[in-house]
Nanobody
């Protein structure tokens, strides 16, 4: 069982940056691939980024590639999402999620077993 708590969201102007954090409970955090998703009002939840168990492999959605960076600190049971060069279309609730055994590069929300409650990111133009 893994419990996830996101933080770091807020209101920022276009072009600004934020660092989102996701703190996990449980001693098996390092065995999970960790992903970030986002959901804008009236839209489906979409994949943003994923990182493997050790943190040396990452994968991004095309819409955020080059602007967002996912990382993790297994000693702190925390995964991060650095979001730079923000655009109004990045406005959404951002969720972190933990995936269990199998391939680490998962982009579908159905492939993740545990979810946080989300943190709101609002980008003004």
């Amino acid at each position: 069982q893994v419990q996830l708590v996101e933080s770091g969201g807020g209101l920022v102007q276009a072009g600004g940056s934020l660092r989102l954090s996701c703190a996990a409970s449980g001693r098996t955090f390092s065995s999970y691939a960790m992903g970030w998703f986002r959901q804008a009002p009236g839209k489906e939840r979409e994949f943003v980024a994923v990182i493997n168990w050790s943190g040396d492999s990452t994968y991004y959605a095309d819409s955020v590639k080059g602007r967002f960076t996912i990382s993790r600190d297994n000693a702190k049971n925390t995964v991060y999402l650095q979001v730079n060069s923000l655009k109004p279309e990045d406005t959404a609730v951002y969720y972190c999620a933990a995936a269990g055994t199998g391939s680490w590069r998962r982009t579908r929300s159905s492939e993740y077993a545990y979810w946080g409650q989300g943190t709101q990111v609002t980008v003004s133009s």
